[in-house]
Structure formats: C-alpha cells, structure tokens
C-alpha cells in the first residue's frame, strides 16, 4: 500500500479486431495518463494482452475502459484475473510499455 491508496494489478485479455486498430497506442496512452505502471502487447491468437499496476480506482477505470477502445477497435470480449506485482516483471522497471508480440 502506498500511504492511503490501495494498490491493485490486473491481466487483460481483449477480443475482437484489436489488432491493426490503434488498440495498443489507445491503451498505452490512458494508461500513462492515469499513472499506471505495466505493459500491453499484441498476442499471436489475435487478442491484445495488458497489465496495469497501480492506484485501485485508476486501475478500475481502465479496465471498464477496455471494452470501448479506440474507434476502430470492435471488443468482443474481456477477461480480467487479478495478478501479483510480479506480473511486471517483462517491464524492467518502466512505468508502462508496449511490449513485442507473444
């Protein structure tokens, strides 16, 4: 915890055309204006991968954020699991990155 904050990680998985779209710059871009610390990266599946670390409520704001993307993204689907801090561990310490396909 960091003072009286409460700290959260998510792992999201999000479906539909996401690729090819402006996903990832979208998510990169709300993620570092809300102060998140984690990455996003295209999956070879189709889907788009990210996780975010940090304040609980800013964490919750972009994971309702998901499902909208930007204009041409069409979601499908989202799937959020809760993560440990050590989910960033492909971040080498930077606060929020896009990260090469999987």
């Known amino acids: 915890m960091n003072g009286n904050r409460i700290e959260r990680t998510i ?59 930007p204009p041409k993204a069409d979601v499908t689907g989202v799937q959020i699991t809760e993560e440990t801090e050590e989910a960033l561990s492909e971040t080498f310490g930077a606060h929020f990155v896009v990260l090469p396909t999987r």
């Open 11 to 69: 792992r999201a998985f999000v479906r539909g055309r996401v690729q090819k779209v402006g996903y990832r710059a979208w998510v990169n871009a709300h993620a570092v204006a809300l102060g998140l610390n984690g990455f996003v990266r295209n999956r070879s599946d189709g889907s788009v991968e990210a996780v975010f670390s940090g304040d609980a409520d800013r964490v919750a704001q972009i994971a309702e954020s998901l499902l909208r993307g």
